[in-house]
């Protein structure tokens, strides 16, 4: 992304004498440059229901929403302020940040330095494994009391981790990466889960009414269509008024914001499975491509092209795995890409350019 100039609302300073020994005008003096936004997506193709996003956001502001399962992450640089849990939550360079299934949160830069971080984003049945393994009853998902954590031997676990199966891709082998994750997921429950009984956290739509679950369902079934408050409140068999308070209560959004995320969640698959930006709108029921570009980054951080530019520059080092489109990968370089103590080895792991001059190939660009 090209660098933005910083522009000062100060006055300008009185013009000094002149000298004619300098060039006609003077020297402008030099602006300040914000740093770059960076943002990767990546798919782990050996484990299905496993995302993990590397991104520096300098700008970035996230709209309110949740996720269908759980995000776990470091802060690197900078500082990431947030709303959860009904409170505002600061995490610093070196804390832990984490949101749970179905929990609404924002999230913007703590300051102008804005934020860098790496995230995991974990389907519920990876944290309930888990956390079965941890002691939990079986079935029960874990909840967390805060969004951030002060835990450094669990934060470097999960930087370590994270920039392992980013540098070898699809060649950490399976026994691996899953060895690793569940070491680095029984250390998070065992250590922070703030309920270890029966009574621990289900994902928030088992607790929902009826009534709410059906109006959710409808909603992500019609997302592309115009739908009427009266229409959601028929299936629901609640007066409009009473839906829209049951369903803001329950889901931590209101129907109008529900179907904005479900209609980003249908455009994040399209593009995922190779669809245009411009198709992806449509399909989606947004008005047009920019009123797609506008959702889609405050909930994605980042614009549907270059989401979808991003997926296609990774192919071949990553499985393409987001939404419903999930796929895996199997791949012969389990044992060839592997140092003698288990980990990969990303020079080995390199993908082939196919010529022998500039290297150039499949890897994501950064």
């Keep these: 992304m090209r660098a933005r100039t910083a522009i ?20 402008a003096p030099k602006e300040d440059v914000a740093p770059k936004e960076d943002v990767a997506w990546m798919a782990a193709s050996r484990l299905p229901g496993l995302d993990l996003l590397r991104a520096r956001y300098t700008r970035q502001v996230f709209a309110r929403h949740f996720h269908e399962g759980y995000a776990l992450g470091v802060i690197e640089g900078g500082a ?3 709303r959860y849990l009904g409170r505002e939550h600061v995490a610093a360079p070196g804390a832990v940040n984490l949101v749970a299934p179905g929990e609404t949160h924002d999230g913007q830069g ?3 330095a804005g934020w860098a971080y790496r995230m995991f984003y974990l389907d519920p049945d990876i944290v ?11 079935g029960a998902l874990p909840d967390f009391a805060s969004g951030v954590l002060d835990d450094p ?3 470097a676990a999960i930087d370590t981790l994270h920039r392992d199966m980013e540098r070898a891709g699809p060649c950490m082998p399976t026994l691996a990466q899953e060895t690793r994750l569940s070491a680095v997921l029984i250390h998070w429950i065992t250590r922070h889960a703030a309920q270890r009984a029966p009574a621990a956290r289900p994902l928030r739509a088992a607790g929902e009414p009826v009534a709410v679950r059906r109006a959710r369902d409808y909603l992500d079934a019609h997302c592309a269509d115009d739908v009427r408050l009266a229409d959601l409140a028929g299936v629901a068999c609640l007066s409009p008024f009473h839906l829209a308070r049951a369903f803001a209560a329950a889901v931590g959004l209101p129907p109008h914001a529900y179907l904005v995320q479900a209609r980003v969640r249908r455009a994040r698959g399209m593009l995922a499975a190779g669809s245009t930006p ?7 029921g947004f008005a047009d491509q920019s009123h797609l570009t506008r959702a889609f980054r405050a909930q994605v951080g980042v614009t549907p092209a270059r989401f979808r530019k991003m997926l296609q520059d990774a192919r071949g080092t990553w499985a393409v ?3 419903e489109n999930r796929t895996s990968t199997e791949d012969s370089h389990d044992h060839a890409c592997t140092t003698p103590d288990g980990r990969a080895d990303a020079d080995a792991c390199r993908p082939d350019s196919g010529d022998d001059g500039d290297g150039g190939g499949s890897a994501p660009r950064r």
């Design 110 to 112: 703590h300051g102008d």
């Design 321 to 323: 795995a987001f939404v």
């Design 128 to 138: 309930r494994m888990a956390g079965e393994e941890a002691g939990l009853p079986q």
């Design 80 to 82: 990431l302020r947030f």
């Design 8 to 27: 000062s609302d100060t006055p300008p300073a009185p013009r000094a004498p002149r000298d004619d020994t300098a060039p006609k005008g003077g020297v």
């Design 153 to 155: 031997e669990l934060a």
């Design 278 to 284: 411009a198709e992806a709108a449509a399909a989606a």
